[in-house]
Structures are given as C-alpha cells and as structure tokens.
C-alpha cells in the first residue's frame, strides 16, 4: 500500500470518529428534536453520492447506462415492497450480473 493513501486512510479514521465521538458528546438541550431530524437525512445523502455517480459519469463524463439504471430501479422498488435490504441487493447485483452476460 502507498504511504499517501495509508495517511489518508488514517486521517479518514480520525475524522470519522471524531465527529461521531463529539456529537454524542453533546448535551441534549442543544440537538433539538429539528436538528435530530436533519441529522436522520445525512446517511442518505452520503448513500445517493456513493451511488448516483456511477450510474451517471464516466471517465469521459456524462454516459448513460441503460442496464445500472434499470437495475437501481429494479432494486428501489423491491426495497420499497418489501422492505429487505438484502433481498433488493441481491435482486439488483443479479439484475447487473445476468445483463452483463446477456447484453
């Protein structure tokens, strides 16, 4: 492993528990009911910037691909039936899987 991505790994690991660690630290009184709710937002916002540039970008920039979109679909649709993260995975990497060796 490279020095610099080791450094930023660790430096990724100090930041992560640091600001877990000093929002827990904080007082009730100051995280508002408002503020809690917010907060509920934030690991959905850093799931759709994991998720949505691959479906969209490439090293080339803007692409459309047809079979990561349907599949990302096919998935938000199972998740919202049934409610089983691993059922919706594995319906969208199957849906990946089986169009990338068809299509």
């Not at 600001?19 to 690991?43: C, Q």
């Not at 090293?59 to 990302?72: D, I, V």
């Amino acid at each position: 492993m490279d020095l610099n991505y080791f450094i930023l790994l660790i430096g990724m690991t100090i930041v992560t528990y640091l600001s877990r660690r000093l929002l827990l630290s904080v007082p009730d009184h100051i995280l508002t009911k408002k503020i809690k709710e917010g907060l509920a937002y934030v690991p959905i916002g850093i799931y759709a910037a994991l998720v949505f540039p691959p479906l969209f970008l490439d090293k080339t920039g803007f692409q459309f691909k047809p079979l990561y979109l349907f599949s990302a679909v096919l998935c938000l649709l199972t998740m919202k039936v049934t409610n089983n993260f691993f059922l919706s995975f594995l319906i969208g990497m199957g849906t990946v899987l089986i169009g990338s060796i068809v299509f």
